[in-house]
């Protein structure tokens, strides 16, 4: 069995990167099939919960104080673009934290990887696939919810998916290239509470940012968390102007390349020591 | 297999491994034994092609590791010192996903789970999640799953570090056996015992280098006596038995903080030599030389310590 018998199977020529990641994101499918299912429960209890409470409880009160400050809507359907984009961010944020961490400390699979042909990079990938995977299934069961709600309105809001998603890949990838270099994981508290939480309440999610102080304004113009809400906001409710949207998807797409080459780098750093 | 000339590694201003050579055969059990801390570890991250070599040249399978990683991975099994399973896995699902990792389709993997998990004597908890399993079952399933690929060379570092002596038996009993079915074998312990057993060839690490390098037997023969008398006395005469200890006629001695050796090639003369002189001691041991002997002898340390 175990002696040097079918080396033609195992001696091919070395394989693209592509084919390397696809492996490792084979190997969080695998782990994905004993949780899928309660991560799908969440996922369709999340907006339920947003969208009723918010949207439809907090919303009534809105509405009542007149709807020209939301662009002439009602509540829900100017929230519920927000909630995505924020749900595309907390769902990156956490597959892009702990299981990282699990992976290359507690359980050590990452090192288990890199004994493999896979190299840091492919293991990074690979992981990445699997997150824009998980973002996919999150956003598009929250777009679903949102419809089944009256919170959408326009045919377009399917354009919001793959916003929603990019979005979301602009936090795993800069937060999961620090994450990999992490020993503990005490400063992943830091980053929900001062991170995440700041900007899910101030990036335009819940009010426009024009209810900000004016001094603040620039700096929640800056975070990715309000490009993301911005165009999903436009295209759930029709009026997405080509410029506009391609500033957004352009500020997303740079910082998730950026999270690309760091992690690249990153990983190398910690698993070929 | 592997060749390696004035390979260093270095960690900043530490260096971990200085300018080593050794080679490594096909079919050989080749060992690196020395203590914690002795360079051991990062000579196999570099051969696993897992770690960039600082200077020299060291080559895998013919293949450069730096430029060639992934092409000679494929070609390794690698057994770490730390167990690197998917514990919410089961068994079987630790061997599925390592297999895919190898680009093997599921009928290969599975077909090779059976072997394996019989090789390894764990067929039975093929179904059972990785995490309850013991230690020793631990290390026998990550030995099975480093095979998976069916390696031409396997990697192992500290393989039984840990492990209670019935388990260490049997990871040994698995290792024979591969070696015996033609893999190459690599190891690095700091177990005397486990060098013993396992390896056809060996080299001593210490403190970054190479102190020596040969079989277990010719190591014994060239740094060590056949035979070695150990002499334990009361803790207040130790100092003083150590020194009229000086007259008895051996080829070396060795005064430990417990124990006084003596080099000999006849350890009971020798015995009634130090009877002679007058001293008695509480426990006296006759036996053989071990490599334990060796690094003592090359380095003025215990490997265990």
Redesign the interface.
């Known amino acids: 069995?175990?002696?040097?018998?079918?080396?033609e199977?195992?001696?091919?020529?070395?394989?693209s990167g592509a084919?390397?990641a696809v492996?490792?994101l084979?190997?969080w499918l695998?782990?994905y099939r004993?949780t899928w299912r309660g991560s799908i429960y969440s996922s369709l209890l999340n907006p339920l919960l947003f969208l009723g409470a918010m949207g439809l409880g907090l919303g009534t009160l809105v509405n009542k104080n007149g709807d020209a400050a939301i662009g002439g809507v009602k509540y829900l359907v100017f929230l519920a673009p927000g909630l995505l984009a924020a749900t595309a961010m907390t769902t990156a944020v956490g597959e892009s934290t702990y299981p990282v961490l699990a992976s290359v400390k507690w359980?050590?699979?990452y090192?288990?990887?890199?004994?493999?042909?896979?190299?840091p990079a492919d293991i990074f990938h690979g992981h990445m696939m699997f997150v824009a995977l998980r973002l996919t299934m999150n956003c598009a069961i929250f777009l679903a919810v949102a419809a089944a709600l009256g919170a959408v309105q326009s045919w377009w809001a399917i354009a919001a998916l793959p916003v929603a998603v990019l979005t979301g890949m602009a936090f795993n990838t800069t937060i999961e290239a620090w994450a990999i270099t992490r020993n503990r994981d005490t400063s992943f508290a830091v980053i929900f509470r001062f991170g995440m939480i700041p900007l899910f309440l101030f990036s335009g999610t819940f009010f426009p940012i024009t209810q900000l102080p004016a001094w603040l304004r620039p700096i929640a113009y800056a975070t990715p968390l309000w490009h993301g809400v911005a165009l999903c906001r436009a295209l759930t409710l029709g009026t997405a102007t080509l410029g506009g949207a391609l500033i957004h998807v352009g500020y997303l797409a740079g910082l998730t390349a950026i999270g690309v080459v760091a992690g690249n780098r990153s990983y190398r750093r910690r698993?070929?020591? | 297999m592997i060749r390696a000339r004035g390979l260093v590694k270095r960690f900043g201003d530490f260096t971990a491994v200085d300018a080593i050579d050794f080679e490594v055969y096909r079919g050989e059990a080749f060992g690196f034994l020395g203590p914690n801390g002795a360079g051991k570890s990062s000579t196999m991250r570099m051969i696993g092609c897992v770690s960039s070599p600082s200077g020299g040249e060291l080559s895998i399978l013919g293949l450069d590791p730096v430029a060639d990683g992934p092409v000679i991975r494929a070609r390794l099994g690698v057994v770490p010192q730390e167990d690197t399973l998917d514990l919410e896995l089961t068994v079987r699902e630790n061997l599925l996903v390592y297999g895919r990792y190898f680009g093997l389709s599921r009928e290969v993997i599975r077909e090779r789970t059976a072997h394996l998990l019989d090789f390894v004597q764990l067929s039975d908890r093929a179904e059972d999640q990785v995490e309850p399993l013991s230690g020793g079952m631990k290390r026998r399933l990550t030995i099975a799953r480093s095979l998976i690929n069916e390696p031409e060379i396997m990697l192992l570092d500290e393989p039984t570090t840990g492990l209670d002596p019935q388990a260490r038996h049997a990871v040994w009993d698995r290792l024979f056996r591969l070696k015996q079915q033609g893999v190459t074998l690599v190891l690095t312990t700091h177990y005397m015992d486990e060098a013993e057993q396992l390896c056809d060839r060996l080299v001593v690490m210490d403190r970054a280098k190479i102190a020596a390098e040969g079989s277990p037997r010719e190591l014994i023969e060239r740094y060590s006596t056949p035979e070695v008398l150990e002499l334990r006395f009361e803790p207040d005469r130790h100092q003083v038995a150590a020194e009229k200890l000086a007259s008895v006629l051996a080829e070396r001695r060795e005064v430990l903080a417990d124990r006084i050796l003596l080099y000999v090639t006849d350890g009971d003369v020798a015995l009634a030599a130090v009877r002679a002189l007058g001293l008695e001691p509480l426990t006296s041991l006759v036996r053989r030389s071990t490599l334990e002997d060796v690094f003592l002898r090359l380095t003025g340390r215990r490997l265990e310590d």
């Open positions: 069995m175990a002696a040097v018998t079918t080396r199977a195992i001696t091919r020529p070395p394989l084919v390397f492996r490792e084979r190997f695998t782990n004993r359980l050590k699979t090192q288990a990887a890199s004994a493999s042909p896979l190299r698993l070929y020591v």
